[in-house]
Each structure stands twice: as C-alpha cells, then as structure tokens.
C-alpha cells in the first residue's frame, strides 16, 4: 500500500514518477470509504471530486524543485478553521459552521502544496482523553473497535492509523495529541508552546494550546514541523525563534542522557506499559545512551494543577459561543463541556480566585523549576504516555475522576511549555498499542526527532498495521 | 467526600457562565463539581508561599504591530453575516435584553 510508506519515500516516488499524487488520493478515499464507516475518524469528508483535481493539479505541476509535502494528503483534527469547510469542534453548536477564513497552519500546508482530504473526529472543543465526548458518534480504535482511539485527537489518529491519509495535525493541550498517538500506533508531537501559530486553532486553553504533526515516523513529524513552524504576525503568542532544519535533525547520532522520572513508574501505571517502556529503555542504553532514574516531585499534582487552569480559559474562551455571529445556543454543550466551563468559572470567581486558579499558577511556577533541575541532570524524558492501555468505548466518559487521571502523563508539559513526542514501543499481550514519550527543554525539538528516529530505525514497533486494514 | 456545593450554589455559576441547564442536568453536574474540587483540593497540601504564579510560558512582552491596515484580513458584510442564523437589514439579530413597560 502506498499509504504505508513515509513521506520522504512518497515525495521521492513522486519526483521518479513511480506513481502520482492521484494514485495516493485514491487510495486515502479507499481506506476511507472501506473503514470510516466502522471507525468514525472523520466528520467531513472533502469532496472526492475536488481532491482529485487537486491532485491531478499537482500531478501537472510538480518540479524537482517541488517541497516534500507537494502533492500529499493529509487530515485535519475539526478544531482547525478551514475556509469554506465545515468546521464544528465535535460539536453540535457548530455543526453547520463554514468559516470565512483560514488557520495558518492550514494555509501553510496548501502553501505547501499538501492536499486536504478530512476534517477528523476528536472530543469536541479539545475537552477529553477518549473521543467520546463527541457530538459525531465516538473514535473507534482502528487496533480494535470496542475501544476508544484516545483523545481528543483521536479521529486523525485513527484515520492515519487506518491509512486514509499520510500525515495529520492534531492539537495538545493536556496530552490530545500524545495519548491518541500511543493508542493507536503512530508518531505525534506536542510542541514547544509558541513553535507553531495557533491563529484559527479554536482555544481550548490559551496558554497550553499547542498545535502539532502526527504522522507513521518521528521523521515524518519533522517534515511537517518543518513547514507549519515559525513566528506568525496573527499570533502574538507565536515563538520568533528561528526555525530549524527539522527534517535533518534525524541524521544526528549525539548519544543522550535519557532521565526516567520515578514518579511515574508507580503500582498505577498498566503493567504491560511499563514493561514496554523498560524494553524500550534497554534499547536506548544498547544504542549508547545513558539511562538513569531520576526524581521529579511536584509533578504528581500536575491533575489538579490542570484541570483548575484548563477549565478556567476555557469558560473564558468559550464565552463567546453565544449563538449570534455563528453556531447554535450554549444548550448544545455536552454534560462534560459544561462541567468544565462551570469549574472555571468558579476558580476564576471573586473569593475562590486565589485558592484555586492562582494557587494552580503558583504550583505551574513549581513546574518549570522541577522541569528546569530535571534537564540539568539529563538531555531528554522517558515516560509513559497514559497509565492504561485504550479504554473500552463508554467505560471513563462517565465518570469524570476516572476521565481526569487518564492524563495524569501528559498534563504537566502544556503549563511548562516543554515538546513532548509519543511514539509506538510495542504492543500488549491484548495486541494494543502501547506508546512512550520522549520530552526535552523548550525549542529542543531536534533532540525528540533525532533519538525518536534512531529508535524506529532500530525497532520495528511503528511499522505495525491494525487487523481490520490487513 | 466532602460536599462543596449544592444545586442552588451551581446554578449561580451556570448563570455567571450563562449556561442553559435543566433541572436534571444541574443535579448530575452538582454531583461532578463535587467530585472535581475533591481532586483539585489536593493542591492546598503544597505550600506556594512567596511562589510567584505564572500565566504564559513565552517569556515575550508587548508583542506590537505596526499600526497598518491589513484588508486580507477584512470581511465583507455579507461573508461576516454569513454563518448567523439571524439577521435583518445588514445586521446581527440579538435576544432582546430590555422589554417594553
């Protein structure tokens, strides 16, 4: 299948004219037609028709001068305004939304010459780690369809997963795009805040937003990254770091010191995930790295810390879903939306203000600092992404301590600011996918990519496809 | 677990919040406020005194722009109107806030 291959492999077909961009569209539509049906990762399907000649277009055009990502298909997690089409958070108070402008990151991709084939399925406006707080039917797991696909990425998760797209950009705020990625087998990257604009990335929280790459590879992400980064005039917020050759950092064999924070290899965490992740270890210290065992205290509050500041910007933020410019009535929220919106509220309300929302700012400073000492004794994390293998499709969405806990591994990094990039380690003894995280210090992206690709071209855990697309 | 809460104290704040919810809503959300404060209590176990709290991770301050007008980025009136579900005469349609005496 063409869709198994990488994106440096696709662009260097394409160039030889091996096959066309037409040939890779058909079969994104394939896998599409074949397994959205079960799988539910999209929720607009762009216009066959109109993908097709864009393909064809770039088919038509293509020099040897064209970018890696001319020409390739890819899917778009709904929380990404897309100019003339429908765009909906998951939700229905937008569910007949067209917006009348772009995100940059979406327009840096059609810059790019990248194609896009679907807007994906996720837990509406950002809030959830399992896809189902979704107002389009939940994400199913391509790897098995009674459990979720993680979240709130989930849907381009599955879709890459399920070969109906090459590469995704998906959104992290808590873990949305990490705990996703290891539940279904594929590569994402959270990145440093502030790498890539987040001008029409629909806010969740402000201040955590990051928007971010999932492809099959690290080396796939760094292509993307490569090309949706940079400062950007929209975003006030956006880094004027320069932007590095991403796509070349795979190629450095600088041997690390790889930190594993107790902390988080407790009773708690599933045991075939923490028996991965110690292989996984093993691999690194035979690749000549140096692993050791370090300690970071403060971040087993990194839940409360979370979900006292993510609630309040997001009832900030949602404040002006009010039905009158665009979308429907604030009654079309979900039960674990409004719960959301109701807690900040409260943190931010005059007496409760500095006894939560502030009390939780105190506590990110804590953060940074435990962060900061943590990379003066190494260069990179190794952790584990969530502390269960996917759940089964209706058992957490209910229960909101139980939804909470699920991202007790990815919760600290957004109030830092610090990358983090989940890959694929191995699978369970119930065949799930299990993924591990690498993280390093802010604009350090090159470290993630370089030890993440060393590790897939020594191991063959990313290659691995679900049954259902056998 | 302790009770925060009641229905009459979340119903306050889903007004604050200007949020429509039913009587059987604001019970099952009651019962999940609970539940969330239990967890974010935790943080009162940490002593933050002289913490200084941070709100943005950037480091940046006073990101201007130069003051030009930008017309890629300008709406016409009706692509601004175009996603309202109300509208008359060019303009946005809103609840009425003040009643006839």
Redesign the interface.
Known sequence: MLLDQSITELSSGLQKKKFTSVDIVTECFANIETFNPTINACITVVDKTEVLKAAKKCDETRTPQSGPLFGIPFVMKDSYVTKGVKTTAASKLLE???P??SATVYQKLLDAGAILIAKANMDAWGHGATSENTDFGPVKNPWNTTRSAGGSTGGVAAAISSRMAVFGIGEDTGGSIRNPSAWCNVTGLKVT??RVSRYGCIAYAS?FDTVGPMAKTAEDCAVVLEAIAGVD??D??S?PTPVGKYSQAVQSSKKLTIGMPKEFFTEGLDHDISVRIKEAAAVFTTLGHTVKEISMP?IS?G???Y??IAPSET?SNL?RY??????????N?T?ET??R???G???L?AGYYD??Y?????????F?ETYRKAFSECDVLLMPVTPMQPTKLGDIVSD??QN?LLDIFTVTHN???VPSLALPCGLSSDNLPIGMQLTAP?FSEELLFSLAHEFQTNTDFHTKKPKLIE | MATHVGVADVKKIATLANLPLTESQLTSLTHAFDQTIDVVDELQKLDTNSVVPTSQVTGLENVFRDDVVDETRMFPQEVALSNAKRTKNGFFVVPAIFTEE
């Open positions: 007949s939304f067209i009348p402008y805040y502030g201040s005039p929209y006030a917020t880094s403060s509050y839940i409360p810390v979900y006292l009832s404040a009010d039905g009158i410019r665009y979308g429907n009535g604030r009654e929220f039960q409004d719960r919106i109701l807690i509220t409260y943190a309300s006894a939560y502030k009390k939780a700012q105190q506590v990110r400073t804590m940074i909101p301590v909470m109030p830092v600011g802010m």
